[in-house]
């Protein structure tokens, strides 16, 4: 089945530790790409990837870090998390950027 | 800046009802996709467009690019459309985001 995996789908931490939410898609796709979804703001693209090695900033790229090492996997990494980055995340990828997205089901985030 | 804005932010029919959400974008957006984003928070690509029209099931897209304005219809609606929609536009290799349409259909 062609699906986006994230892991994992809810977490609590505290400020400061440091985590990685997990990002996997089975449809050797080239385009990979992490949001956020917070009330009022609706979704924003915090990172994203064109290929393998090949990342770029998004419109909120601030206190998050990706690696693209594997077609793949997208990790999104969190090094000091702070209670602003509490939200719900999801990871999404197409073929390119001009092809539909396949959207993960979302890691619900809470930093204390 | 590339910007996406829908209309309008909810919407409550009775089911059966023709549905229409809009979305307006700015100068520098290429293509406009269609997402929905069920209860559960799970969310579906329902279309990608950059030019006409197209059709799945019950639900129509268009655009017209001279007024950069896309439309979503749903015909013959039913309360499992209730979701939200959101309009999302594409601009060198990005993705911006409308604030979405919560729609509700009641039986």
């Known amino acids: 089945e062609a699906q986006v995996t994230q892991n994992p789908r809810y977490l609590i931490t505290v400020t400061g530790k440091k985590l990685t939410v997990t990002c996997s898609q089975n449809?050797?796709?080239?385009?990979m790409s992490w949001y956020r979804q917070d009330p009022g703001l609706g979704l924003r693209q915090i990172y994203y990837?064109?290929?393998?090695?090949?990342?770029d900033k998004g419109d909120v790229p601030e206190g998050y870090k990706v690696s693209r090492k594997e077609k793949r996997n997208f990790p999104l990494i969190l090094e000091s998390p702070s209670p602003n980055q509490t939200s719900l995340y999801f990871c999404?990828?197409?073929?390119?950027?001009?092809?539909?997205?396949?959207f993960g089901p979302g890691t619900r985030l809470t930093v204390t | 800046k590339n910007e996406v804005e829908q209309s309008p932010q909810n919407l409550t029919a009775q089911e059966g009802e023709f549905i229409t959400i809009n979305c307006s974008y700015s100068?520098?957006?290429?293509?406009l996709h269609w997402l929905q984003q069920h209860p559960g928070g799970g969310i579906v690509s329902l279309f990608m467009l950059s030019s006409g029209k197209k059709k799945h099931g019950r639900l129509i897209a268009t655009i017209n690019i001279q007024e950069k304005h896309s439309s979503l219809h749903i015909t013959a609606s039913h309360p499992r459309d209730s979701a939200v929609y959101i309009c999302?536009?594409?601009?060198?290799?990005?993705?911006?985001f409308g604030q979405g349409t919560r729609l509700t259909i009641n039986p």
């Open positions: 449809m050797n796709h080239e385009y």
């Open positions: 100068v520098g957006i290429s293509a």
């Open positions: 999404a990828s197409s073929k390119d950027n001009s092809y539909e997205q396949y």
């Open positions: 999302s536009g594409e601009g060198a290799q990005k993705l911006v």
């Open positions: 990837s064109m290929n393998v090695e090949v990342t």
